[in-house]
């Protein structure tokens, strides 16, 4: 069935390195991917989102890039800082209000 | 602006208690969602509403009602609740022509059933 999937559990980064994390989906139908930062003991909250007409969207900080040929999203984090700890989640929407599907989600850890 | 608020933050039921999970937004958000969080797993979207007097059920359903009576509050309710129903459960809303576009999340309601 439709998935969207991360490659790597858990993410440990200097504070001041680059972050990258990854996000792959399965349904080609998708045409609207959200990146969301989830802190401990909060809900999800909006990072940067990206249409299946691009292939790259930057934010303050962030950077998402959509590779359609080989459904691979990712989130570019720059100059982590110990806020930036949280856990991410990608999701994509093929269309609907009930068809956003998130992913299990990658925890980065930023250590000093 | 408050946001999306929901009480309360933590629960405790026994199996076969009912309970409503209460949801409330400040923003005039047409469009109102329930989504459960498991622990190794993404969140997945038990009803919605795009308004007052208008829900439907989304991926994971059974076990939960839902209404909307007014825009403000989207209350969930279960009716017999069951183990496999111990969860974190965050409800969320936006503006109905952005859809799941940009939702606001609440802080969650940790339910746990004995």
């Known amino acids: 069935g439709e998935s969207v999937g991360l490659h790597l559990p858990t993410l440990s980064v200097q504070e001041g390195d680059n972050s990258i994390i990854n996000c792959a989906y399965s349904?080609?139908?998708?045409?609207?991917f959200i990146w969301y930062k989830q802190e401990s003991g909060k809900g999800p909250q909006f990072i940067i989102d990206?249409?299946?007409?691009?292939d790259k969207r930057q934010g303050q900080r962030v950077t998402v890039l959509l590779n359609k040929t080989v459904k691979h999203l990712s989130l570019q984090i720059a100059a982590t800082q110990p806020g930036d700890s949280a856990v991410y989640f990608c999701?994509?929407?093929?269309?609907?209000?009930?068809?956003?599907?998130f992913g299990a989600g990658t925890r980065l850890a930023v250590h000093p | 602006n408050a946001g999306v608020t929901q009480t309360p933050k933590f629960q405790v039921l026994k199996t076969g208690q009912s309970m409503t999970l209460q949801c409330a937004q400040d923003?005039?958000?047409?469009?109102m969602s329930w989504y459960r969080q498991d622990p190794g797993m993404g969140l997945r979207l038990i009803h919605y509403s795009v308004g007052a007097g208008i829900t439907d059920q989304g991926e994971v359903p059974n076990g939960y009602n839902v209404s909307r009576s007014t825009t403000e509050d989207f209350p969930l309710r279960l009716l017999s609740a069951a183990p496999s129903q111990t969860s974190v459960y965050f409800c969320?809303?936006?503006?109905?022509?952005?859809?799941?576009?940009?939702?606001?999340f609440g802080p969650g309601t940790r339910l746990t059933v004995l």
């Open positions: 923003m005039n958000h047409e469009y």
């Open positions: 990206i249409r299946s007409n691009m």
């Open positions: 349904n080609s139908a998708s045409d609207y």
């Open positions: 969320a809303s936006s503006y109905v022509d952005r859809g799941v576009d940009e939702q606001f």
């Open positions: 999701a994509e929407n093929s269309g609907g209000y009930n068809k956003l599907i």
